[in-house]
């Protein structure tokens, strides 16, 4: 089936640092890329949809200049959160959903980010 | 806009019984997909079964089958015999095609299934 591979699983970073999250699509393509974060005990809140070879859409509040979104080719897209603060610490995981009929979405296992 | 309501933050039942999650949703369109999602501990994100809105059959996977029911915009999953593995995160969701195949969330049920 279908597999999108996310890393790292968990990263810590020093405050004012930047970190790149990827998420590859290993046996289909990857048109479509969703970018979620996700708080305990919460649900999935949506941070960008990206199209590949286009530039990311952003929901209404999220940064653009901090979470830059690359989606440059059909297999790959990453996530840079940059100039990360405590507060970005938060769960990421990206979801990919391909150019076959089937309407499915494929979810990265998730990156913890923790900033300190 | 669509929205998607699951009004029951946490339920626990006993391994070996049934248990049925509410999700309501809101929509003007009449093309559309709904989701149920499992997400354990583990916290990956993992298809339990999906309803095309044409249907009008429920779908069924297993132990888990849904009650769709259009008119009321009701999506409810049932899981028969459950199992110690089942207790986990359950989110409903909701996709059209307008919407660049977005997902709309719900809150999620935390499942607890007791031994």
């Known amino acids: 089936g279908a597999v999108v591979s996310q890393h790292p699983s968990w990263v810590i970073c020093k405050s004012g640092t930047s970190v790149k999250i990827e998420c590859r699509s290993l046996?289909?393509?990857?048109?479509?890329m969703f970018w979620y974060r996700q708080f305990p005990k919460q649900s999935l809140m949506l941070m960008a949809t990206?199209?590949?070879?286009?530039?990311?859409?952003?929901e209404q509040g999220v940064e653009k200049d901090k979470f830059l979104i690359n989606h440059a080719s059909l297999t790959l897209s990453t996530l840079t959160v940059t100039s990360a603060h405590p507060e970005d610490s938060s769960f990421y995981i990206c979801?990919?959903?391909?150019?076959?009929?089937?309407?499915?979405?494929?979810f990265g296992s998730g990156t913890r980010l923790t900033v300190v | 806009a669509q929205t998607v309501t699951q009004s029951q933050p946490e339920m626990s039942v006993q391994e070996a019984e049934t248990v049925t999650l509410s999700c309501t949703y809101d929509?003007?369109?009449?093309?559309?997909?709904l989701f149920w999602y499992k997400q354990p501990p583990s916290r990956q994100m993992i298809l339990v079964i999906r309803?095309?809105?044409?249907k009008q059959q429920n779908a069924t996977e297993n132990r888990f089958s849904v009650n769709f029911q259009k008119a009321a915009k009701s999506f409810s999953l049932k899981i028969s015999d459950s199992q110690l593995g089942d207790t986990a995160m359950y989110f409903c969701?909701?996709?059209?095609?307008?919407?660049?195949?977005?997902?709309?969330w719900g809150a999620g049920t935390k499942l607890i299934i007791k031994p």
């Open positions: 990206s199209n590949e070879g286009s530039k990311a859409t952003y």
């Open positions: 979801s990919a959903r391909g150019n076959t009929g089937y309407h499915g979405y494929t």
């Open positions: 969701a909701f996709m059209n095609f307008d919407s660049n195949y977005q997902l709309i």
């Open positions: 046996d289909f393509q990857a048109t479509t």
């Open positions: 929509t003007s369109e009449n093309n559309y997909y």
């Open positions: 309803q095309e809105a044409y």
